[in-house]
């Protein structure tokens, strides 16, 4: 696949070059910046120690006592048009989620090229999964980001990303953790919007039109609530409520080495005006429905929108840390 912009020309040269090209493979004049942003980011925290008042050093330990200096509960980002929030939540002692947003764009400004966002949660039950997810998120965001400048395929993009994420978690030293990943790449268009689904464990994405249209979630878990569903038992049994959140795929430690298959990516075309949310199952364990999450999305700004999601997973109890993104499209949503 091609992807569904019109090409255009070097400026420099005049050699034709697709909107995506981030260098002309005549002159190598550049076409388009690649910028991105991953939360929540580290050493966020400011002021004196909060435990005896002492100075903190660079490496985040008071002068003093030696206390860690916690990192603030919440994170947000905006790029692009696009809005994240991460959150630690109520119940947890520190943030395992992680998002990353990346946008390919004109070098001279302009509507985006390429827009990917990826969001990845961490399995608490592993060493490291707050490591684990800020590793696949960044990884996967950049490698999603290379192979559009490339081969402007947005499937094999999507498993570029998905490698490089699942890569990630054990790729630096010590001991490996594990995490989920869901990721979506937006090719804009006119009058239509070409998006590429991706998707390993329990995160997922939707595509929420404005109405009457009807919203829809694009992802299918990978856990055993799913697998019981696909068997026939009842959504609301006790078997399948148990194992809601027991993943059967997932990146990092102990995974297989390529934990996804040819369902965990697929194309669609979507018209706006409406948004796409990627969220952990922070948000969705609250609202799991469509029509739920559209409430938050409609006659607002994106970053408005992902401030209330987040919200109201928090005023729902806040049990698991909450990242959400939120992609307008079509304009307004």
């Not at 400048?149 to 990303?161: F, L």
């Amino acid at each position: 696949m091609t992807g569904v912009l019109p090409g255009t020309g070097c400026p420099r040269c005049a050699q034709p070059t697709h909107p995506a090209d981030r260098f002309c493979e005549s002159c190598g004049a550049a076409l388009a910046d690649a910028t991105t942003v991953v939360i929540p980011r580290p050493g966020r925290g400011v002021g004196p120690c909060a435990d005896c008042g002492a100075s903190v050093g660079a490496d985040g330990y008071c002068t003093t006592c030696g206390q860690l200096r916690s990192e603030p509960d919440r994170d947000e980002a905006e790029l692009g048009g696009v809005a994240m929030v991460t959150d630690r939540g109520i119940e947890h002692a520190r943030n395992e989620d992680a998002g990353a947003v990346g946008i390919l764009a004109p070098a001279d400004g302009g509507r985006p090229h390429a827009i990917a966002v990826v969001v990845c949660d961490g399995v608490s039950t592993s060493i490291n999964p707050h490591v684990a997810s800020g590793a696949a998120a960044r990884a996967g965001v950049a490698q999603i980001l290379d192979a559009l400048s490339g081969s402007r395929d947005a499937v094999a993009a999507m498993y570029a990303g998905l490698a490089g994420a699942a890569a990630a978690p054990t790729a630096g030293a010590g001991i490996p953790g594990s995490c989920t990943f869901t990721a979506v790449i937006v090719l804009p268009g006119d009058g239509n919007t070409q998006v590429t689904v991706g998707n390993v464990g329990d995160s997922r994405s939707y595509w929420l039109p404005d109405p009457p249209a009807v919203g829809r979630q694009l992802t299918v878990d990978d856990s055993l609530a799913q697998e019981l569903i696909a068997a026939g038992a009842a959504p609301q049994s006790e078997a399948v409520l148990r194992g809601a959140h027991t993943l059967t795929r997932w990146l990092g430690a102990d995974a297989e080495p390529t934990p996804w298959t040819e369902r965990s990516v697929h194309i669609l075309s979507v018209t706006g005006p409406g948004a796409l949310v990627v969220c952990s199952d922070g948000l969705w364990n609250y609202l799991p429905e469509p029509d739920a999450l559209r409430e938050f999305c409609t006659r607002t700004d994106a970053v408005s929108a992902a401030r209330a999601l987040t919200d109201r997973a928090l005023h729902a109890g806040g049990a698991d840390n909450i990242t959400v993104a939120v992609i307008p499209i079509g304009g307004a949503s």
